[in-house]
Structure formats: C-alpha cells, structure tokens
C-alpha cells in the first residue's frame, strides 16, 4: 500500500468552497437557521458575519434545545432569539495550506471543520466524507 | 505504514453494542421521536421494532421536514404522526464478522450504518468516528 501521495494531499485540493457552503449569519433569528437547516437537509452549518469572516457553527440541536420548554416545543422563541446569541465557537479550523494528516486528526471528533485564512476569513469547509473517501481511494492502491 | 492488521479488524470490535446506543421504536409518535434526539443531541438514531429487529433510521431532518407547512412547523403533528409513517429504509447494514474495508466502504455516504445479524435482529452501530480513529492509528506506525 503506497501512502506518500495522500500525505502530500492539503486541505485546499479537499475542501467544499465557500461559494458551494450553506451558511447562516450571525445576525438572522433562530427562525431563519432553522429553515435555511431544514431546506438544505445538513445538520449543522457555518456561521459568518457580515464581512465573510468565520464565527462559529450552528445546528439543529443547539436550537431546538433552545426553545424546548417544559411541555412543548416554545417556536415563539424562533423569531425572538439570534443566532449570535447561540453560535457554536468551539469547532476547530485548518488553513488552506495544512496536510492530510492534520485534516485527519480534526475530523475525528467533527463531521467537519472550517477552513479559515490568516485574517479568518472563510474559505470553505472540509467534511468527514472528503477524507474517507482519498482514504478509501489509497487505501487499495 | 504498515496497514495489515487494519485490514483483520472486524465490524464487532469497532461497533457501539445495541446496549449503548439510543433508539426510538416503529410505532413511537415523531413527538417521543424528537425529544429522544434532542435530549440525545444525535442527528438520526436507529428504529426497532418491539422484538428489536433493525427497521430504518430516523433524524430530525426527516421529522422538522414533516411537519414543515406553509407558513410555520406544524408542531401538532408531531403527536399524529408515528415513525413507521416516515422511517428511513435505505441505510446499509454489516454484519458483526465484515471486514474493515467493507466498513470502511458503507460510511463514506452515511454518518453510520447499522450492525445487524442474519434473522435481522440489531447488533449495534458502526459509526464515521471510529473507522477514523483506527485509520488515524495506524496510519502513523
Ligand atoms: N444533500 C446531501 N446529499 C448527499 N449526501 C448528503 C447530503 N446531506 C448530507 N449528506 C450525507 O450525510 C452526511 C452527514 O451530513 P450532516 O448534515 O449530518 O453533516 C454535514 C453538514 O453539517 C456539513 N456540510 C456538508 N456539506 C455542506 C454544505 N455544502 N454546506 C454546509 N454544510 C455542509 O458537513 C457535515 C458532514 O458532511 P459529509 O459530507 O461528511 O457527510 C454527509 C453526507 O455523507
Ligand atoms: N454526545 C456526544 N458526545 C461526543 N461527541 C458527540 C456526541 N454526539 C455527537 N458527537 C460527535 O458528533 C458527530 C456527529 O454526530 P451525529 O449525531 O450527527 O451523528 C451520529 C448519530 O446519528 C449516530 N450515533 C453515534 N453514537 C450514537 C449512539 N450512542 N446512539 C445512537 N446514535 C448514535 O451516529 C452518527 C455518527 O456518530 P460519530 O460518533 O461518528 O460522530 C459524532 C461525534 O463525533
């Protein structure tokens, strides 16, 4: 089994870009989220500013865990509540420019991580499914 | 690299044993159906039916999708719907004696695939995780 070519592999030749990446910003209601979440059929999406600069995640979860209440779900809370208020910020990032390895590593405990620039700006994301796949492809070289 | 003792692992030895996984039943409402998957925080789970046969899978997709009416999530369903009206049937199943690539193969278009047993009756799941957890072990001996 050669593996020396997918070593050389960098997230950039891996990554889904920016312009093909569903997102959200951090000033839409929960509502909007959770449409743009429903729609696209993903279970968590990136989160950006106004400027394209990378501010975290959000998912399914994280809102409705937000407005489950004591006995129903409260879907008031969707119009009310921002999603700068319940962004996820604890998902790792790679740059363009790091190796297989590196994007490995990150995705062992994420279905995706970011891949942001110097200044944070985004640049795309990189899925669990991109590396299982050049691994699968080597794997029976 | 050596890769070879990778190639002898079995589905079994990866799997997360149905004592530890979280489920949801066929004749269950979407309502029990999503607050097993919120409290969980998993985005799908698997379906039994009451002897514990795999019948399907279900996510919080397929239930906000639903529910999803013209103007709003028409939270009343969710107690008029059950899962066998929405379960989903086409994920790939292993047995618990497949080998890693076969493995390897079923998780690169599913976040996992169950683990079940010749008469059908559910064994465990075998999830994306895992697959790169072994992989990332050995890909650095
Ligand atoms: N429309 C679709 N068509 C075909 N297969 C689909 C699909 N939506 C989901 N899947 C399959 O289900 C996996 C899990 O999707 P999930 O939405 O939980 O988790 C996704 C989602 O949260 C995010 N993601 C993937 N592509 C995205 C995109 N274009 N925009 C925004 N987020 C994306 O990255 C996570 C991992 O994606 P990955 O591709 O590894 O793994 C995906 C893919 O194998
Ligand atoms: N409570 C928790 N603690 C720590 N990390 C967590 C977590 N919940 C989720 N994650 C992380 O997020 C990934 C995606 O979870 P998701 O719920 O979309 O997708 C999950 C879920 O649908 C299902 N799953 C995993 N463990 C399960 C369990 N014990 N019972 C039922 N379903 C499970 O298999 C999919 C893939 O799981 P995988 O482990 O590869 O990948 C998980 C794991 O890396």
Known sequence: VKLLPLLNITAESLMIPSEKVAHVQMNNPLEHALLILVKSGYSAVP???TSYKFKGTIGKNIILNRILGLERFEMEKL????VDEVVNQTIPCV????????CLKTV????FVCVVDQEGYFDGILTRR?????????IHV
């Open 79 to 82: 119009s009310e509540v921002r």
């Open 108 to 111: 062992i405990d994420y279905p």
């Open 130 to 138: 991109a590396i299982l796949k050049q691994l699968n492809k080597y």
């Open 47 to 49: 989160v950006l500013d």
């Open 95 to 102: 740059q363009k420019q790091d190796d297989f390895l590196t």
